[in-house]
């Protein structure tokens, strides 16, 4: 059983989908709280520190319902090992990877010729929005069309 919690995306049972599924939100409750509390020592970007962790949280909170529900965690289940869903995130993964790599190479080009001077933890936060944002965009559009 430890050996298939090891390795989520290879064929699961439902008991070890499930006990997997519920260690990881607890998981992510875990790292909310703690985002939480060092966010209100910090004075640059609280806010941005306070939403990640109450959106964290919330769907840590989400996935344990959908979890503890029967009927919601048999949709989850065939979601999770469908071969169509595991054909579009990969290629989710793969758009959203190319996608940042070019905006950063740009960034680069734009700060070598023509000097401007970015705040590197902007930066690093602008790319996490747009990772996060980018791929729910890419894999709805893509769920559409595949």
């Known amino acids: 059983m430890l050996k298939d919690l090891l390795k989520p995306n290879s064929k699961m049972s439902k008991k070890s989908y499930k006990t997997y599924l519920l260690i990881y939100s607890i998981s992510l409750i875990a790292i909310g709280g703690i985002i939480a509390l060092t966010s209100a020592s910090m004075t640059q970007d609280k806010y941005f520190g306070y939403g990640l962790s109450t959106g964290l949280i919330l769907g840590a909170l ?40 070019l905006i950063l190479i740009l960034i680069f080009f ?37």
């Open 110 to 146: 734009i700060n070598l010729y023509l000097p401007l001077h970015f705040n590197f933890e902007r930066v690093l936060t602008w790319a996490l929005i747009f990772l996060a944002y980018g791929y729910l965009i890419i894999r709805t559009i893509l769920r559409k069309l595949v």
């Open 62 to 101: 989400i996935v344990i319902y959908r979890t503890l529900s029967q009927k919601q965690f048999e949709k989850l289940y065939l979601d999770a090992f469908d071969e169509r869903n595991q054909f579009i995130n990969s290629l989710c993964y793969k758009l959203i990877f190319v996608l940042e790599l």
